[in-house]
């Protein structure tokens, strides 16, 4: 009981369950983000429902601004059970616009932002519950790779994006009040994207370097983009779940303004103006690996990156790669570099071997520094009344 004699809001969420969970998310146009709707212009107000049998961020494009949290867990699997269910009641409450129970600043929880939480489980959890999904090692350490602790591991991850900045940085506050004492942040990680052209329709998006990133993907909705990142196998609460791959990359802008934009383009493997690759003229234009220039040349060189990353080259191996580009200042100094978000269903079968072919050659490894990694198992969704992880800790 509280010093008011009233139970704390912890204890109402052990009596009550997930109550709170099953209500209807209203308030805003359910936006379907598949491969056949498109997202609408961010003037459209949006909602999209924290129900699913996938955590619905996943699937949903870049967000405007978001933030990710890495935990490190100080409780046992009941402890994290209780955590689960009272984050998931958050989440139902944050992505309807209203206040989560207990919300010390209410106002800042608005509808129509498009507002997603995406949460996922690190080794430790797997120490505790005893049933890991395969592939879910941690990477090595690459040749390129300059970690640091502040970027790295972690036990638990959220991933907040939305429309709103503020909408973000109230979730994270909620969400991370009421992990307390069950697990404490180790590193955040704050990010930006923009999907959308200046005629206000969806655009694939681009990274700092002027790069459209992405382009590649399997498109949402479609057989190619489930078997590249649904996971059938494996334990039984992990099935319709996913593997998220961190990767914090420092970029040097200042020596890769040094570059001729040919240079630039020849490293890439695609055109900066339109993301077209350099044997075509628009953005998703299949690669022509075997064309030669006047000179004899590769078009697209050996250790560009477009070549590399080519799921042709890689045995049909694909991933579902998303971005935010980030900004640190630190003093005087600024630090510039990309939040690359890597989806597969198995990170050791599908994402290692690309993550090796691309440290052994990527030209781009000239300009780029990996100085974090850490890797999740992403439960499936749940429905109203259920709760996130419900069949591994329930």
Known sequence: ???????????????????AAGAAVGGGAVVALDNDQQPPPQSVARVISPYGEHQPGIAATSPQHAELVGFRLGTDKAGLGRLMRLWTTDIVALA???????????????????????VGFGARVFVLTGSKPGGLDELPVMKHD????????????????????????????????DAQPFATPVWRQTGFWNGTGSDGQPVTGRNLFGQVDGTGNPAVGTPEFDSTVWSTDGPDWFRGGTTLVVRRIRMNLDTWDELTRSEQERAIGRKLATG??????????????????????????????????????????????????????????????????SHQADIAGQFLPLLARLDAADALNEWTTTIGSAVFALPPGFQPGGWLGQKLLG
């Open 1 to 19: 009981m509280t010093d008011a004699g009233r139970p704390s809001r912890r204890q109402l969420i052990g009596f009550a369950g997930v109550a």
């Open 96 to 118: 309807d616009g209203r206040p989560a129970p207990g919300d010390t600043a209410p106002e800042l929880a608005i509808a129509n932002v498009a507002l997603t939480v995406t």
């Open 146 to 177: 300059r970690l640091e602790p502040a970027w790295s591991g972690g036990d638990l991850l959220v991933l907040v994006g939305a429309d709103d900045p503020v909408s973000v940085v109230h979730a994270v506050r909620r969400l991370v009040a």
């Open 276 to 341: 077209a690759p350099l044997t075509g003229n628009a953005e998703h234009d299949e690669l022509d690996l075997e064309a030669r220039d006047a000179d004899g040349r590769l078009v697209i060189a050996e250790n560009a990156h477009a070549r590399l990353s080519h799921h042709s080259e890689n045995d049909g191996r694909r991933i579902f790669r998303k971005g935010l580009n980030y900004v640190q200042d630190n003093g005087p100094a600024r630090e510039s570099g990309l939040i690359f978000l």
